[in-house]
C-alpha cells in the first residue's frame, strides 16, 4: 500500500479543504493509498506534526473555508527561523524535512500552496523528493495554469464590496476607494472592478497617473455623475514611484506586505478634486468564508488529478488549468516569478472601451 502526505503552506485561502477532501476520498477509495495530514506546511515536517486522514475526517469540510491542517507563511525548509538565546538564526533543515518524510514512509508529498511553497516542492524534488503541487492562491498569479482555486471567491467578496460601496457613494456624491489583495498582480482588482462597474481600476501592471485619474472624475462630474468608484489593487503604484509597504514580515518567505494605497490615493483625489474621498481596505475577507461553487469544483479536480498522477508515479508536476484543461506542468517551470495581467489582456480592452479609466490614458 502506498503512503502519501499532504500539506498546505503560506497564506490560506477559500477552496483548500476542498482540495484536501478530494486527494483523500479519491485516494483511499480508488487507490486504496493511506494519508497522513501534515500541520501547519512544513513546520509539520520539521517538527514531525501530522494526522491521519480518512474518508470520515475529510468529510464536511467541503464547504469550509481556511484549511483543516493549518498553514504558515514562515516555515520555508530553506531558511527555517530557529530562537536562539537572544536571536532568530536562519538554518537549512531541509535534510530534516527529508529524513522526517523517510521516517513516515511517504511515497508522496503533496503541497498546496502559491509561489514559495511551490518553488520549495521544487527544490525538495530535485533531491528525490517524490512531490506532487497543487496551486492556490487568492491572488491568481501562479506560473503554468490559468487559474487558482481561491480566487473565484475573492472576486466574489470585492464584488459585493464594489456593490455596497455604489450606493453610499452615490448617496454622499463622494469617491469610494476599495483596496483589493493581489499582491504584484491586479487580477483581482480587474475581475472584480469589471463586475463591479468599477470607473477607475489600478491594477500593479499599469502604473498610474493621479493627474488622469482627476481629470477623469472631474469629467464624469461634468457628465453629472456625481460619485466615482475606484478600484486598486493592493500592489499598484503611481507613474515612477513605489508600492505601498504596509508591513515587513521579518520570517516570511516573502517578507514584503503590501496595503494602504488606497490612503494614499484618498488624500490626494480629495485634495485635487475638492470632492469628499473614503478609502476600504477589504484586506483577509477576500480569504476567509466558504468557497464559491466554482473554487469547491476547481479544488476537487486538482486534488482528483494529483492522486492519478501519484497512481502514475509522475512526480516533480504541479497540476494545473490551460485553456480549461487539467494538465501536468514541471514543477521546474511554476517555482519562480508570477503571472501578472497581461496588458492586452481582453478584459482591459473591453473595460476601456466602456469608459473604464485604468490611470494612464484620457
Ligand atoms: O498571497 C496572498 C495574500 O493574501 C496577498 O494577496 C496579500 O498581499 C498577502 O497574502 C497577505 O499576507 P498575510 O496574510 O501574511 O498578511
Not at 238 to 262: F, H, M, W
Not at 300 to 328: N, P, W, Y
Request: some cysteine; glycine content about 12%.
Amino acid at each position: 500500500m502506498r503512503r502519501i502526505a499532504i500539506l498546505t503552506s503560506g497564506g490560506d485561502c477559500s477552496g483548500l479543504n476542498a482540495v484536501i477532501r478530494a486527494v483523500t476520498k479519491k485516494a483511499v477509495h480508488e487507490y486504496g493509498y493511506e494519508v497522513i495530514g501534515i500541520k501547519d506546511g512544513f513546520e509539520g515536517l520539521v517538527s514531525n506534526r501530522h494526522r491521519i486522514l480518512n474518508e470520515d475526517s475529510v468529510s464536511g469540510i467541503l464547504t469550509m473555508g481556511g484549511t483543516i491542517l493549518g498553514t504558515t507563511n514562515r516555515a520555508n525548509p530553506y531558511k527555517y527561523p530557529v530562537e536562539t538565546a537572544a536571536k532568530v538564526a536562519y538554518k537549512d533543515l531541509s535534510a530534516l524535512v527529508i529524513k522526517n518524510l523517510r521516517k513516515l514512509k511517504v511515497d508522496c508529498l503533496v503541497t498546496i500552496g502559491g509561489d514559495g511553497t511551490l518553488d520549495t516542492s521544487h527544490r525538495l524534488s530535485t533531491r528525490g523528493v517524490a512531490v506532487v503541487g497543487v496551486p492556490k492562491t487568492v491572488d491568481n498569479d501562479v506560473k503554468g495554469t490559468d487559474i487558482t482555486f481561491g480566487f473565484d471567491t475573492a472576486v466574489h467578496v470585492a464584488t459585493e464590496g464594489i456593490d455596497r460601496l455604489h450606493t453610499t457613494a452615490e448617496s454622499h456624491h463622494r469617491i469610494m476607494i476599495l483596496e483589493v489583495m493581489g499582491r504584484t498582480a491586479g487580477w483581482i482588482a480587474l475581475y472584480a472592478g469589471l463586475a463591479g462597474g468599477g470607473d477607475v481600476i489600478l491594477i500593479p501592471e499599469i502604473p498610474y497617473d493621479v493627474g488622469r485619474v482627476v481629470r477623469h472624475i472631474k469629467d464624469r462630474r461634468k457628465r453629472g455623475k456625481n460619485f466615482t468608484i475606484v478600484v486598486i489593487a493592493e500592489g499598484a503604484k503611481p507613474l515612477g514611484g513605489k508600492v505601498t509597504v504596509q508591513r515587513i514580515v521579518k520570517d516570511a518567505c516573502a517578507p514584503i506586505r503590501l496595503g494602504g494605497v488606497s490612503f494614499v490615493l484618498g488624500q490626494q483625489l480629495e485634495k485635487l478634486t475638492g470632492i469628499e474621498t473614503r478609502n476600504v481596505v477589504l484586506g483577509h475577507l477576500q480569504r476567509g468564508g466558504s468557497p464559491s461553487p466554482f473554487d469547491r469544483i476547481l479544488g476537487t479536480q486538482l486534488g482528483s488529478k494529483a492522486v492519478d498522477l501519484i497512481a502514475e508515479r509522475h512526480f516533480g508536476f504541479m497540476v494545473g488549468v490551460k485553456e480549461d484543461q487539467l494538465v501536468k506542468v514541471p514543477l521546474s517551470e511554476v517555482a519562480r516569478g508570477s503571472r501578472s495581467v497581461p496588458l492586452d489582456h481582453p478584459m482591459i480592452k473591453d473595460a476601456r472601451a466602456l469608459g473604464t479609466c485604468f490611470g494612464d490614458q484620457e
